[in-house]
């Protein structure tokens, strides 16, 4: 993705309180116009929009929303413990390349 912006406004339909998208967010990304999702607050000015989509395939649907949950457990500990973070460095990461030297994947 490409990091756009997009500014949204308040909408009341009905009962139902919530955001309007302009057109353009249709145009640029019409595979999400229809999409449906959630709303996870961040903090009291920021939340992040998952939209889920439809893949068709069911083992990768499977495969997705575990990796999803996986991150987002990932995500929710990051937020709440900031101070156990560790930079991933330079040393971790040939570690890991030797680690995975003799490894082969089919």
Request: proline letters at 4%; hydrophobic letters at 35%.
């Given at each position: 993705?490409?990091?756009?912006?997009?500014?949204?406004?308040?909408?009341?339909?009905?009962?139902?309180?919530?955001?309007?998208?302009?057109?353009?967010?249709?145009?640029?990304?019409?595979?999400?116009?229809?999409?449906s999702g959630y709303i996870e607050v961040l903090s009291e000015?920021?939340?992040?929009?998952?939209?889920?989509?439809?893949?068709?395939?069911?083992?990768?649907?499977?495969?997705?929303?575990?990796?999803?949950?996986?991150?987002?457990?990932?995500?929710?500990?990051?937020?709440?413990?900031?101070?156990?973070?560790?930079?991933?460095?330079?040393?971790?990461?040939?570690?890991?390349?030797?680690l995975l030297t003799d490894v082969i994947l089919d």
């Amino acid at each position: 993705m490409d990091g756009k912006s997009y500014r949204i406004t308040h909408a009341k339909v009905g009962n139902q309180d919530g955001f309007r998208l302009p057109r353009v967010f249709s145009q640029d990304y019409p595979h999400l116009a229809n999409a449906s999702g959630y709303i996870e607050v961040l903090s009291e000015n920021t939340f992040l929009v998952r939209l889920e989509t439809d893949n068709g395939d069911e083992t990768d649907e499977t495969e997705s929303i575990m990796m999803s949950l996986f991150l987002d457990f990932l995500m929710k500990d990051a937020i709440k413990n900031p101070s156990v973070l560790v930079p991933y460095t330079k040393e971790m990461s040939d570690e890991m390349d030797d680690l995975l030297t003799d490894v082969i994947l089919d």
